[in-house]
C-alpha cells in the first residue's frame, strides 16, 4: 500500500472542500477502497474520513418518502422497521449481499459508489481501460463468464455489482449530494450510473470531490416486493443475474436487473410487458443484448429469474 495522509471531517461542505484536493478521497466502510487500495488500484494520497458526519440517520420526508443518510449502514438499513414494512425490495437486496459482517461496515454511499468485480480489473499486470486509461480489455476475448451482456462498449465489458443499487432503481431514488464549492444537488439514480463508453473509468455522474450526503426515498407504492439474485454459490458471491421487483394486484409494476450491465439495468417500456409475462418482458429489457460466448447463458437465464420473480408475486 503506498502511503497516504488523513484527516477527519466535521462537516459536509469541509469534506466536500478538502476533497477536491488532487489525490484526495472519501473513506467510509472502507470495505472496497482499502482492498483497493491494498493491491495498488486505488492510490489516493490523502484520505477524508466521513464517518464522523452525522450522516447516519433515516428520517421520513414531508412528502412521505425515506431520507437515508450516506453513513447509514447496510444492516441498519436493512433493519429499519420502516424499509421492512415499505420498501421491502431494499431490504431483502440489502441482504442478499455480502455477509453480515461486511454489512455492519458498509455504507450506503459507498455501496452505490463500490468498484466492479471483473477480476482483469484486480489484477494489475492485465491490461483494463477503467484501472488505467487507454491500456485495453483484457475480459474481451477473456474470461468473460461474469460480465455484462448490455449496454457495454468496445472499451469495458463490465457489470456493476451492487445489489442495493438495483432496488434503488426500482425505487427511483434520488442521490443527494454536496459539492466542493458547498452548493447542493439532487441527482436521479436513473442518472447516477453510467455505461462505459469510451470512459469506463468515469463511473457515475459525481463531480471530483463531491460528497453524498444521502439517498432520499418517494413515497412507497404498495405492491409485492421481490428481489432474486442467481450466483454460484448461495452467500458471499457476487449476481450473475438479478432482477428487482414491485408488481401491484393488476399485474403491472416496476423491474430492473443486476450482473448484466455497468448500470443497474431498467428500461421502463419493458414494464407494460409485464401482464404478458417473462418472456415478453425480458425481450424488451434484452432487445440490446451483444453476450460474449461465454455469458450468453445470462439470456434465458433473466428470462428464468423473471419468471421466477412473477410466479412470487401471484403467491
Ligand atoms: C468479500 C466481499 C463480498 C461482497 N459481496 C457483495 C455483494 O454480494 N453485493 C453487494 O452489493 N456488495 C458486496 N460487497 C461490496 C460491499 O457492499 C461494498 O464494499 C460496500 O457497500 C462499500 O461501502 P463502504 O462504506 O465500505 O465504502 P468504502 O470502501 O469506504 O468506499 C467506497 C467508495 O465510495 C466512496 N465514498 C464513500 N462514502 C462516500 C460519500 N459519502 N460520498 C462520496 N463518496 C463516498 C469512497 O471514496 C470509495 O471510492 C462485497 C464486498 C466484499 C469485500
Ligand atoms: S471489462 Fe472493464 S474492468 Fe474488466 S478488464 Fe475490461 S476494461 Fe477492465
Not at 490523502?46 to 447509514?72: C, F, K
Not at 463511473?203 to 404498495?222: C, D, H, K, W, Y
Request: with cysteine; aromatic share 4%; net charge neutral.
Amino acid at each position: 500500500m503506498r502511503s497516504f495522509t488523513y484527516e477527519r471531517a466535521s462537516s459536509p461542505a469541509e469534506a466536500a472542500a478538502a476533497a477536491s484536493a488532487e489525490g484526495a478521497k472519501f473513506i467510509a466502510g472502507g470495505t472496497n477502497l482499502l482492498d483497493l487500495m491494498k493491491l495498488e488500484i486505488e492510490t489516493p494520497t490523502h484520505l477524508i474520513d466521513v464517518n464522523d458526519l452525522a450522516l447516519d440517520r433515516i428520517e421520513t420526508t414531508p412528502e412521505g418518502g425515506l431520507r437515508i443518510g450516506a453513513l447509514v449502514r447496510n444492516t441498519d438499513l436493512a433493519a429499519d422497521e420502516r424499509v421492512r414494512r415499505d420498501y421491502g425490495l431494499l431490504s431483502r437486496a440489502l441482504l442478499a449481499g455480502a455477509s453480515g459482517q461486511l454489512r455492519n461496515k458498509a455504507t450506503t454511499a459507498g455501496n452505490l459508489l463500490q468498484r466492479t468485480r471483473c477480476p482483469y480489473f484486480y489484477d494489475t499486470n492485465q491490461p483494463c481501460n477503467k484501472r488505467q486509461p487507454g491500456s485495453g480489455c483484457a475480459a474481451i476475448g477473456g474470461f468473460s463468464r461474469q460480465h455484462a451482456v448490455i449496454g457495454a462498449s468496445e472499451m469495458c465489458i463490465a457489470t456493476h455489482p451492487s445489489d442495493m443499487a438495483v432496488a434503488m432503481r426500482v425505487l427511483d431514488a434520488t442521490v443527494e449530494t454536496v459539492r466542493p464549492d458547498g452548493t447542493a444537488r439532487s441527482i436521479p439514480i436513473a442518472e447516477f450510473h453510467r455505461l462505459p463508453g469510451d470512459t469506463p473509468h468515469v463511473e457515475n455522474a459525481l463531480i471530483p470531490g463531491e460528497l453524498i450526503t444521502a439517498v432520499t426515498l418517494p413515497r412507497p407504492v404498495g405492491g409485492t416486493h421481490i428481489y432474486h439474485k442467481v450466483r454460484d454459490r448461495a452467500s458471499y458471491a457476487f449476481a450473475l443475474v438479478s432482477a428487482g421487483a414491485i408488481v401491484q394486484r393488476d399485474g403491472t409494476g416496476h423491474i430492473a436487473l443486476g450482473g448484466v450491465a455497468h448500470k443497474p439495468w431498467r428500461v421502463e417500456a419493458a414494464e407494460a410487458e409485464l401482464p404478458r409475462g417473462a418472456k415478453a418482458v425480458a425481450e424488451q429489457l434484452l432487445a440490446d443484448a451483444k453476450p460474449t460466448q461465454e455469458n450468453a447463458f445470462k439470456l434465458p437465464l433473466v428470462e428464468r429469474t423473471l419468471a421466477a420473480v412473477l410466479a412470487e408475486a401471484r403467491t
